[in-house]
C-alpha cells in the first residue's frame, strides 16, 4: 500500500503545481498605454486603423479624414507580449476649416523614416529621443523651436509604399517619446509630404549700355 500511496500524492503535487502555474499566468495582465488621447475623451470614440486594409498611404489619409470627420478618433494599437500601447491621431477635419494656421517651429516632421524640422534640417530616426527633448523643453527659449509641450505637433508621412514601416516607426516614436517625459498627450497627424519648391532665381539685372552722345 505504501508505493500506491506514494504515487497518488506525488500525483496530486504534480497536479496541484501545474494549477498553481497556469494560475500565475493567468492572472498577468499586459500593461495598457494610451498616447494622444486627451483627458476628457475615452476608448470610445475610436477607430482602429487597419493597415492591412489599405493599399497605399493615400486610402490611409482618406480613411482617417473619413473617421475624424464622423467626430471619432483614428488608431493604432501596437500590441506584444507585455503591453498594449494604443496612438490616436489628431488629425483634423478639413471640412470644418478653411485654413488652419500652425507656426512650423511647433512641427516635427517624419517622412520616410527621416526627420526635419523647419525643412532645413534633416536627422536619421535614432535621433528622436535628441530632437524630442530639444522641442519639449525649449519652452520658448529658442525662437526656432516649440513654444511649449501643448503646442508642439508631429507630422508622420510616408511615399505611397511606405505604409508597412508605419507601425514599426510608431513604436520608435512611443518609446523616444517615454524616455523624454512622462506626458501622454503626443499629438500626431498623418500627414501627406508636400514637397516646397524653391524660390526662382532674382531676375538678371539688365546689361549696363554706355550711351555715346554724337560730336557736334
Keep these: 500500500m505504501t508505493n500506491p500511496i506514494k504515487i497518488s500524492f ?52 482618406k480613411r482617417t479624414e473619413q473617421i475624424v470627420c464622423n467626430d471619432s478618433l483614428p488608431k493604432i494599437t501596437i500590441e506584444n507580449d507585455s503591453t498594449i500601447k494604443r496612438v490616436y491621431f489628431r488629425n483634423p477635419c478639413w ?38 527633448k530639444r522641442d519639449l523643453e525649449n519652452n520658448g527659449k529658442n525662437p526656432r523651436l516649440s513654444d511649449n509641450p501643448e503646442k508642439l505637433l508631429i507630422y508622420l508621412s ?19 517619446f517615454e524616455l523624454v517625459t512622462d506626458r ?3 499629438k500626431i497627424w498623418l500627414n501627406e509630404k508636400i514637397n516646397i519648391p524653391p524660390p526662382p532665381p532674382p531676375p538678371k539685372e539688365p546689361d549696363e549700355i554706355e550711351l555715346i552722345e554724337d560730336e557736334k
Excluded at 494610451?34 to 482602429?48: H, K, Q, R, T
Excluded at 507656426?103 to 528622436?128: A, G, R, W
Excluded at 510616408?158 to 523616444?176: E, V
Aim: proline fraction near 2%.
Design 158 to 176: 510616408y511615399d505611397q509604399n511606405g505604409i508597412k514601416k508605419l507601425p514599426k516607426t510608431l513604436d520608435k516614436l512611443i518609446k523616444s
Design 95 to 132: 471640412e470644418n476649416f478653411a485654413c488652419i494656421l500652425i507656426k512650423q517651429k511647433n512641427v516635427i516632421e517624419i517622412h520616410n523614416d527621416t526627420i526635419n524640422k523647419l525643412d532645413e534640417n534633416f536627422y536619421p530616426l535614432d535621433s528622436l529621443i535628441k530632437i524630442l
Design 10 to 61: 506525488l500525483i496530486l503535487l504534480i497536479l496541484t503545481c501545474f494549477n498553481c502555474h497556469n494560475s500565475e499566468r493567468k492572472t498577468i495582465e499586459k500593461i495598457e498605454k494610451n498616447f494622444g488621447l486627451f483627458e476628457n475623451e475615452n476608448d470610445s470614440i475610436a477607430v482602429e486603423l487597419k493597415l492591412t486594409e489599405f493599399k497605399n498611404w493615400n486610402d490611409i489619409l
Design 184 to 186: 501622454k498627450d503626443l
